[in-house]
């Protein structure tokens, strides 16, 4: 007798192997696929092929675990090797990336969103996806934004002509309305710290500038850097990288479970006001969904 009990383990066994391993897209997108089929049959009550499928299927992720393993075990080896090398090096710059890293901080949250924005390419919802295509091939840009009778009402991305190329759809077809995506905005008098922090969450390299109700303009991780970088350095330096980071150990810190405004303050070697303001965006994003409680800051969910 077939144990469904089983059957669903595997099946959950599955898509955790499936989000922990670094498939390519196409690897993914055929296992995915595989995981589809075997779903269908447990629904439609074929337990037996479903069980056999699913078996065969956690058999095949196992053993590219186990190359992935193999190839992340050579890498430590040989940067072991290399780290021994590095580290005089590193510690001879360390005094002076502290005094860069404060100025940076000071800089982003001193420079409104405003300051760095440019004007933003624009296309009517009836254009051609075959022009639009045209457009991010001459011009390189990073977004392009759709109105509808004189009001924004999308964002097309790089990655979204990507889909639809991977989709192979008939693109002959297909208008700036079929293709785009949500707005993402951010206000004007915002600085560039949280425009660097929504970009990240939205994994998106542009931003779409508001004044309330009306759109301004467009920043982007470029037009970031390049105010930076003319504010500090003779060239350009990757400032959003260490606001990322300290994003990212601000989120590992929540998930691992109870803390408190001290303890974070100390771990990110960032002010309590600014870890507040990151908190904030996240929430206000729906990211995160935190609760206070006699000073001490517990993560109810996260995205």
Known sequence: MVDLKQIIKKIEEIEDKINKLSL????????????????????????SLAEDRAEDLLKKLKEMEEKTNKKITGKIEKSNLKEEIKKESVLKEDFKKDNVVRKEKNIL??????????????????TSAQEIIKKFLDKKYKGIFVSKKNKIVGLIKLSDIFKILGEEREISKLKAEDIMGEIISIDKQDNLSKAILIMKMHNSDCLAVMDRNRFLGVVTRERILNKIAKNLFSEKTPVNEKIETNVDRLLDILKKGETSMKELEEKLDVDGEQIEEWLKILENQKVIKIERHFGKIRLKYVR
Request: aromatic share 4%; proline share 0%.
């Open 24 to 47: 390519e897209k196409k690897e993914e997108l055929k296992i995915k696929e595989e995981l589809k089929i075997i779903k269908t049959d447990f629904r439609i009550g074929l337990y």
């Open 109 to 126: 949250n001193m420079i409104k969103v405003s300051e760095a924005m440019g004007e933003a390419e624009i296309v009517d919802e009836k």
